[in-house]
């Protein structure tokens, strides 16, 4: 474990000049779906206010963007907070101070935008209510019609005067100007905030990773399980560089059971065969060793040149639907439910659900509220279970919870692809095309239009 909070910490910067070893503390996990009842600490106390103001003012822009991107799925109450949380509540008041900032820089902009308009309105920009400039006097404007501008000579007057002319042309000029320093001050700030909230979502998901590592290191099994992968661990930066690139709020979670000894226990990647997770996802990091190795099971990271069968059929499909990560990305995530391989003293792979029944529910148990955190955490309204263990998992999980927000999620279930599936090697792809389509959620897959 200390591998990867020192790892996680370090090289993804989510804590900056904080001790990492006392950072799993810090958050409360219990409070991601209720309000947090605890007050910021006495430095913090004096921008709660600002702070909830500020959080509420997002989540709520949020779950409208939410609404309006993914039509019939519906809002729920359930917000992400991290109680006790400094670093998080650091990072959105810097932002909140730099919005500020920009803003007070901008009120000079606006008082000569303003003037600017002034000058305009009071010459160019109603053509009816143009000033004569031949009246010497401050006589009231005179009202003009279509008609009258069309054989009247007062706009071809007004612009013949240079004096006229470069006051327009200086007013037209400042006002673009504006528009563009505006337009660029907006954008900065939607950018920052959109990086900052997506920060936060991939601490957030990281950290229940590791507070799942720490317990599941409590789970002692039987004589059976000789051989325990967990490349959270040893393969802890190129997966961390997986959720921070790929992760953050999205409609559709894609939920495996845990990993193959030649997909993600290779490479910290969810279904991951190397050709896809290096050269499609574009993932690096490097890749250590697990403390007890099993010869013939040897990781080899990156490097390894062993095809992963499920995990080939799974991104290869979705290679072929989406075309790019980032069109798969855009509403839908990656995830297995058990980070741990399982092998037997000769090498065989043992899923889950092929354990004890007592280490099973242990296992299960901890695995259970690890998922929903995650799922909580990137506000998942759709989860498209890949196999029955993941189906079976997940519904038990979202009914145990007790709440509407579990309640309105949606659970959709597809073939798995392992080769171990009969069905799967008679035509995964086909099937799984049939059963998107069926089910809505090849919409989310394809590009509009």
């Not at 909830?52 to 992400?80: H, I, L």
């Not at 690139?245 to 190397?274: H, I």
């Not at 490097?286 to 040149?305: F, M, Y």
């Amino acid at each position: 474990m200390d591998q990867y909070f020192h790892g996680v910490g370090a090289k993804r910067q989510f804590h900056r000049d904080c001790d990492i070893s006392s950072v799993p503390g810090a958050i409360d996990f219990a409070s991601f779906s209720q309000l947090a009842s605890q007050q910021a600490v006495t430095k913090q106390a004096a921008l709660a206010g600002v702070m909830q103001e500020y959080m509420d003012d997002r989540w709520k822009d949020r779950q409208v963007g939410s609404a309006a991107v993914f039509p019939g799925s519906a809002p729920t109450s359930s917000r992400v907070l991290y109680n006790n949380n400094d670093e998080m509540a650091q990072a959105a008041h810097s932002l909140l101070m730099a919005q500020h900032s920009v803003a007070a820089d901008l009120d000079a902009v606006a008082a000569a935008q303003a003037a600017s308009r002034n000058f305009m309105s009071a010459h160019i920009a109603d053509p009816l209510t143009l000033s004569h400039p031949h009246d010497a006097d401050d006589s009231p404007k005179e009202h003009l019609t279509e008609d009258d501008l069309a054989h009247d000579n007062v706009v071809a007057n007004f612009l013949s005067n240079p004096q006229n002319q470069q006051q327009l042309e200086a007013a037209l000029d400042l006002h673009q100007q504006q528009q563009e320093l505006i337009g660029s001050a907006d954008s900065t700030i939607a950018e920052n905030e959109e990086d900052s909230f997506n920060a936060q979502i991939v601490q957030a998901f990281l950290w229940i990773e590791a507070k799942l590592c720490a317990k599941l290191k409590c789970v002692k099994f039987s004589d059976k399980v000789e051989y325990v992968y967990n490349p959270l661990e040893y393969a802890s930066d190129p997966h961390a560089h997986y959720v921070s690139k790929y992760s953050g709020t999205k409609a559709v979670l894609f939920l495996g059971m845990n990993p193959g000894p030649y997909g993600m226990a290779q490479n910290g990647v969810p279904f991951g065969d190397t050709r896809y997770v290096r050269d499609w996802l574009k993932i690096t990091g490097a890749v250590h060793h697990p403390p007890h190795e099993h010869p013939r099971r040897i990781v080899q990271g990156l490097d390894c040149t062993r095809s992963e069968v499920s995990g080939a059929r799974f991104w290869g499909f979705i290679a072929k639907i989406c075309g790019t990560p980032e069109q798969f990305f855009r509403h839908c995530f990656v995830h297995n439910y058990c980070p741990l391989t399982f092998m037997t003293k000769s090498g065989k792979n043992i899923i889950p659900a092929a354990l004890p029944a007592t280490e099973r529910r242990n296992l299960e148990a901890i695995c259970d509220e690890a998922l929903l955190q995650c799922i909580r955490v990137i506000r998942a309204q759709i989860i498209v279970a890949i196999g029955k263990y993941a189906a079976d998992r997940v519904t038990c999980v979202l009914q145990s919870a007790g709440d509407e927000s579990a309640a309105s999620i949606r659970i959709v279930r597809i073939l798995h692809p392992s080769p171990a599936s009969p069905q799967a090697n008679r035509g995964w792809e086909e099937v799984v095309t049939q059963q998107l389509q069926e089910s809505g959620i090849i919409q989310y897959l394809q590009s509009p239009g």
